[in-house]
């Protein structure tokens, strides 16, 4: 069974950090690339970051700069390192895998798996 398990949200103050996890179960990890993907209350899905099978890693405009994605295939887990956080951040926090080769780009949302997702919240 196919599980992606996201942890490490919280509620956070403006400019504070947090680190997200994604551990990975039931496929082939190292073959998958890896992405976050968010839902802020009555917004659509935001594709935010994505991490290829060979490292390569991708940000939305919305996050550049203060993002950023990494993977670890002997632990079969991606994280979000989450820096210089926005109250505009808040949000359920997903992660999603997909094969390589599968989809367009990182923005279409077009993936073969989703995690349950984790909450931010950046308040003070």
């Known amino acids: 069974e196919v599980e992606l398990v996201e942890s490490g949200g919280d509620l956070v103050q403006p400019g504070g950090s947090l680190r997200l996890s994604c551990a990975a179960s039931?496929?082939?990890?190292?073959?998958?690339?890896m992405a976050w993907v968010r839902q802020a209350p009555g917004k659509e899905l935001e594709w935010i970051s994505g991490?290829?099978?060979?490292?390569?890693?991708e940000y939305a405009d919305s996050v550049k700069g203060r993002f950023t994605i990494s993977r670890d295939n002997a632990k079969n887990t991606t994280y979000l390192q989450m820096n210089s956080l926005k109250p505009d951040d808040t949000a359920m926090y997903h992660c999603?895998?997909?094969?390589?080769?599968?989809?367009?780009?990182?923005?279409?949302?077009?993936?073969?798996?989703w995690g349950q997702g984790v909450q931010v919240t950046v308040s003070s």
């Open positions: 039931g496929f082939a990890f190292s073959k998958y690339n």
């Open positions: 999603t895998a997909r094969r390589d080769g599968y989809g367009g780009h990182w923005s279409r949302l077009e993936y073969n798996h």
């Open positions: 991490i290829t099978r060979y490292g390569d890693s």
